[in-house]
């Protein structure tokens, strides 16, 4: 293999100097920005609307969300959430900030909300769906639906102090650093259970109320059906259904 010389290497030296320099670079021509950019900051704006719209007429002074709360993995305390599941994404993208306010007190008011639902038939929501501001016990794919939004805001909002409150609260519950909630196995190293939450692992076998939650006499959009979403079912006709199908799960 031939030399490279000594040319070569005070050249390199020249480069690995000049890139460890603050370099300013000045652009001073001006040009219009691309069409694409420009139907980008529309898209923005106009689904930032339509989230403005949403907010006035579905939720209400208390931030609570305007529908029949109920317990459930079907239709439950995540599903109520995922209404807001990607503001926080669409305010860091470049969103109006009216986004984060409303997402704030919408949020503020769920959890408020559910910790005010009872149920009869399974005692993870006997005295709440929330405890201490988190599910009291779900299984990590509905928790994690519900966490989205929560998740993501850190993405513009990331000295929010409530935000890093909740963070490090939730980051907690998976390091044993709430005595209430011994979700993390530290000799095994492996979370202890599939259903987790404030109120640490479920060490037993789930119940088929569990994952449906009570029935609640009336119709609704059932986002989980076969009849179809846009349809408006009576939940109580559906509810048999809903047992039967959660069955499967409850060898998990």
């Known amino acids: ?43 923005l704006k106009a689904n930032s609307v339509a989230c403005e719209r949403f907010y006035e007429k579905y939720v209400d002074a208390r931030g609570y969300l305007l529908h029949t709360p109920r317990w459930g993995t079907l239709d439950g305390p995540d599903d109520a959430v995922e209404t807001f599941f990607n503001w926080t994404l669409l305010h860091a993208l470049g ?34 769906a929330y405890f201490n501001e988190f599910i009291t016990q779900s299984d990590w ?14 993405l513009s909002d990331s000295h929010d102090e409530k935000l ?9 519950l998976y390091m044993n650093e709430d005595p209430e909630a011994p979700n993390y196995d530290p000799k095994h190293k492996l979370i202890r259970s599939i259903w987790t939450g404030s109120k640490g692992p479920m060490l037993h076998k789930a119940t088929v109320y569990d994952w449906v939650g009570d029935p609640v006499p009336g119709r609704f959009h059932l986002l989980h059906n076969p009849a179809g979403r846009s349809q408006m079912l009576d939940l109580m006709t559906y509810y048999p259904k809903m047992l039967a199908h959660c069955t499967e799960y409850l060898d998990s």
């Open 95 to 128: 969103g109006k900030d009216s986004l984060l306010e409303m997402w704030r007190k919408a949020y503020d008011g769920h959890l408020l909300q559910y910790s005010e639902l009872r149920t009869t038939k399974t005692k993870l929501a006997e005295n709440g």
């Open 141 to 154: 794919f509905h928790t994690g639906e519900g966490l989205r939004a929560f998740f993501l805001q850190g």
């Open 1 to 43: 293999m031939p030399s490279l010389g000594k040319g070569f290497l005070v050249l390199a030296s020249a480069a690995v100097a000049l890139a460890a320099q603050d370099l300013t670079l000045r652009i001073t021509t001006p040009m219009a920005p691309p069409t694409w950019a420009l139907l980008e900051q529309e898209l």
């Open 164 to 172: 890093i409150r909740r963070m490090k609260r939730f980051a907690g």
